[in-house]
Nanobody, 120 residues
Framework: QVQLVESGGGLVQAGGSLRLSCAAS????????MGWFRQAPGKEREFVAN????????YYADSVKGRFTISRDNAKNTVYLQLNSLKVEDTAVYYCGVRPGGVGAAWQYWGQGTEVTVSS
């Protein structure tokens, strides 16, 4: 099984930056995809970004394009999310996940979440 440990959340003022980390204890294979999701209070969990473990192809939600950057360090089994130009509406619990299957398959593993609060 894959265990995911997230860190890096906190309180930041609008316009500021944070870097979230998600370390995987299990082996991540080249055909796997790792991603970030977020859930704001009273709202459903939404997709933020993902990255193919092999090759590094990325995909972003329109709401974060140009502001957030997903990356990974294969040697450390870690995925990162750089959050820049933060807005109040970015406030949410951010989760990382692993999708072992292809596009359309289930996101099988999840981290515990790390809370990001953006103040005005």
């Amino acid at each position: 099984q894959v265990q995911l440990v997230e860190s890096g959340g906190g309180l930041v003022q609008a316009g500021g930056s944070l870097r979230l980390s998600c370390a995987a204890s299990g082996r991540i294979f080249g055909h796997h995809t790792m991603g970030w999701f977020r859930q704001a209070p009273g709202k459903e969990r939404e997709f933020v970004a993902n990255i193919r473990w092999s090759g590094g192809t990325t995909y972003y939600a329109d709401s974060v394009k140009g502001r957030f950057t997903i990356s990974r360090d294969n040697a450390k089994n870690t995925v990162y999310l750089q959050l820049n130009s933060l807005k109040v509406e970015d406030t949410a619990v951010y989760y990382c996940g692993v999708r072992p299957g292809g596009v359309g398959a289930a996101w099988q593993y999840w981290g515990q979440g790390t809370e990001v609060t953006v103040s005005s």
